[in-house]
């Protein structure tokens, strides 16, 4: 098996590399095309710190290190593990309506009712599980030209390449049910997309019950 030793590549290359190892995908490109993404599976037991900073501490410009903050008994607590400014918190919080608060996950209690996060590897979602055992994960793309937010992941990157639609796993009859609904334009939502044509349709789960999260 090929092996590279991180001290010996270029700077450049070992930045990538290191993105990768803290659980980012990193894209390869050849001819200005995309051909892959590289992600890394640990050798040591996940969660074991080897030297460095804390994990997604270091860049994270609003954390001022003062550990959770203190929140108001009867609100919900979301918890964001992608990286926002303030002011992209705020407007999350101010668009969720009043009873929520949004907070950087390094601020937010380990009570936490939702933890909101960018497609990540399944390690880093196991350590989220363990950071917030009471919350629900949701995992979103998001990218906001307003705010300056860029989380694109998978789902983007195949509507960007051409997919006209994304269905999550469902069985084959409700497969069936959403692929008429969206050719149908019965009551698919559409996903905003760049450029002038038509933006791409991601097929949701049919009924009230199954667009709920789990209890």
């Known amino acids: 098996m090929p092996s590279l030793d991180l001290e010996a590549l270029p700077r450049d290359v070992r930045a990538a590399v290191e993105a990768m190892v803290a659980g980012q995908e990193v894209t390869l490109r050849r001819d200005g095309r995309e051909i892959g993404v590289l992600v890394h599976h640990p050798s040591v037991l996940v969660g074991t710190v080897l030297g460095g900073p804390e994990p997604e501490r270091a860049g994270r410009g609003d954390d001022d290190g003062g550990g959770p903050e203190r929140v108001p008994e009867g609100v919900m607590v979301v918890a964001t593990a992608t990286k926002l400014s303030k002011a992209a918190r705020q407007r999350l919080s101010d668009e969720l309506g009043d009873g929520y608060v949004v907070l950087d996950l390094l601020r937010a209690p380990t009570s936490a009712d939702v933890v909101l996060t960018h497609p990540v590897s399944p390690q880093l979602l196991g350590s989220l599980r363990g950071m917030f055992p009471q919350a629900r994960i949701i995992v979103t ?15 983007s990157r195949l509507l960007d390449a051409g997919a006209s639609a994304y269905l999550p796993p469902r069985p084959l ?4 049910a959403n692929v008429h609904a969206y050719l149908t334009g019965s009551g698919a939502p559409q996903l905003t997309a760049g450029g002038s044509d038509p933006a791409p349709v991601a097929a949701l789960p049919s009924s009230a019950e199954e667009t709920a999260p789990p209890g």
């Not at 793309?141 to 300056?148: A, N, T």
């Open 141 to 155: 793309e998001i990218e906001d030209d307003e705010l300056g937010v860029s989380a694109p992941g998978p789902v």
């Open 173 to 176: 009859r409700e497969v069936a």
